[in-house]
């Protein structure tokens, strides 16, 4: 069953604690991307990767960290130099240049 | 960085169109794409239209691009209750720049 799976579904986190969310794709696809959602807002480009070993910051990259150490996986670690991560992060990956197809998200909640 | 717009609300009855209504920000974007999101879930996408087209159908969905005035629409044909949810509209650049979406509403 090919496509893109993240999890947990839902994530509690306490203020000060680092989280990491996972993001696995088996669409052999080369670019991974990581997007933050709020309640009435777009989405917001976080990090995204072309090719193993290598990332780029997105448009809200502070506070968080990415790895690509391989081509089917993307973490995301939410730090706590985050200052307000409450949110739904959404995982996508795509052939370089083409669609983009997403992951079910997950929902982070910090109390 | 500049904004991709959407209208907010549309509320539609069953069985009418839906007009969805986007002005992208850059002329040289390839890709232009709808996706929509039901409550709680990632994003499907819809469908897409390649700048060079004025138009693109399928089945129920017709999209409209305007490159002179970064125009883009969605319409949605015999519209059902389950097509209520949000629709974002896309431009792609070296990641996707969205709307903040459009959430459309269909009542019986």
């Known amino acids: 069953d090919g496509g893109i799976t993240q999890s947990p579904k839902y994530l509690f986190r306490k203020e000060g604690q680092n989280v990491t969310l996972s993001c696995e794709q088996n669409?052999?696809?080369?670019?991974m991307y990581w997007y933050r959602q709020d309640p009435g807002q777009g989405l917001r480009l976080i990090y995204y990767?072309?090719?193993?070993?290598?990332?780029q910051k997105g448009d809200i990259a502070e506070g968080y960290s990415v790895s690509r150490e391989k081509k089917e996986s993307f973490p995301l670690t939410v730090t706590s130099a985050q200052k307000n991560p409450t949110a739904f992060y959404l995982c996508?990956?795509?052939?370089?240049?083409?669609?983009?197809?997403f992951g079910p998200g997950t929902r982070l909640t910090v109390l | 960085g500049e904004d991709v717009e959407q209208s907010l609300f549309l509320s539609v009855r069953e069985g009418d169109s839906s007009v969805i209504n986007c002005t992208y920000t850059?002329?040289?974007?390839?890709?232009l794409y709808w996706y929509k999101q039901e409550p709680g879930a990632g994003l499907q996408l819809l469908t897409y239209?390649?700048?060079?087209?004025d138009m693109k159908q399928d089945q129920r969905l017709t999209v409209l691009l305007n490159k002179k005035d970064k125009h883009l629409s969605l319409r949605i044909a015999d519209t059902q209750t389950g097509d209520s949810a949000i629709y974002f509209c896309?431009?792609?650049?070296?990641?996707?720049?969205f709307g903040k979406g459009t959430s459309l509403l269909v009542t019986p």
């Open positions: 239209i390649f700048s060079n087209m």
């Open positions: 850059d002329s040289s974007s390839t890709y």
């Open positions: 896309a431009e792609a650049q070296y990641a996707l720049n």
């Open positions: 996508a990956s795509s052939i370089i240049g083409d669609t983009q197809y």
């Open positions: 669409l052999n696809h080369d670019a």
């Open positions: 990767s072309q090719i193993v070993n290598d990332f």
